[in-house]
């Protein structure tokens, strides 16, 4: 037999069969998603403070850019979440 022969085959793994789960994500993804959705939250806070500033409508603004960054960090992890689904 040649080492060809005896050698398992190289280049990246077959697929999973079609019906088989994904593989769980690992810590990395869930870091990820947190970070992603803290991100999200502090840049509509900090918008929401930075506009109340400028235009002296405390805490409206403010408001409106928590609710804003919630809901982007909703859809962040959402989006995330669906690459293991």
């Known amino acids: 037999m040649s080492a060809e022969e005896t050698s398992p085959p190289s280049g990246p793994s077959p697929d999973p069969p079609p019906g088989d789960p994904k593989p769980l994500p690992g810590a990395v993804a869930f870091l990820n998603m947190g970070l992603s959705a803290a991100v999200c939250v502090a840049a509509g806070v900090f918008l929401g403070l930075w506009l109340d500033d ?6 409206a603004l403010l408001l409106v850019g928590l609710l804003l960054g919630l809901v982007t960090a909703t859809f962040s992890v959402i989006k995330l979440i669906r690459q293991y689904l």
């Open 54 to 59: 400028v235009f002296h409508t405390a805490p």
